[in-house]
């Protein structure tokens, strides 16, 4: 099982960035998958989800109405689209796959892909 993650880079606050997870080793289209991020010093935490049974995205207060993720299941690969960005999304994001995003301990993770947001 593999699940490799890109697109971070640096951006200016109020830019855009898009992130990809390529998926392997599992029935991605029957997996629910996510993205998470790590803040220097601080946990980490749940940032969007995508429901494989019935396509429903979920988000996290402080991100919602700027992050979008989707899912692309002929490639295997999900997406979150950041707009907006500002200096508290800097982060290591990763992305995370289970039967359900509702299980304390997810399956599999990737890698991460840091994001730097300047102010």
């Known amino acids: 099982v593999q699940l490799q993650a890109s697109g971070g880079g640096l951006v200016q606050a109020g830019g855009s960035l898009r992130l990809s997870c390529v998926a392997s080793?599992?029935?991605?289209?029957?997996?629910?998958m996510g993205w998470f991020r790590r803040s220097p010093g601080m946990e980490r935490e749940f940032v969007a989800a995508n429901r494989w049974r019935d396509g429903g995205s979920f988000y996290a207060n402080s991100v919602k109405g700027r992050f979008t993720i989707s899912r692309d299941n002929t490639k295997k690969t999900v997406y979150l689209q950041m707009s907006s960005l500002k200096s508290e999304d800097t982060a290591v994001y990763y992305c995370a796959a289970d039967r359900s995003m509702t299980n304390v301990d997810l399956r599999y993770w990737g890698q991460g892909t840091l994001v730097t947001v300047s102010s």
């Open positions: 080793g599992f029935t991605f289209n029957e997996y629910d």
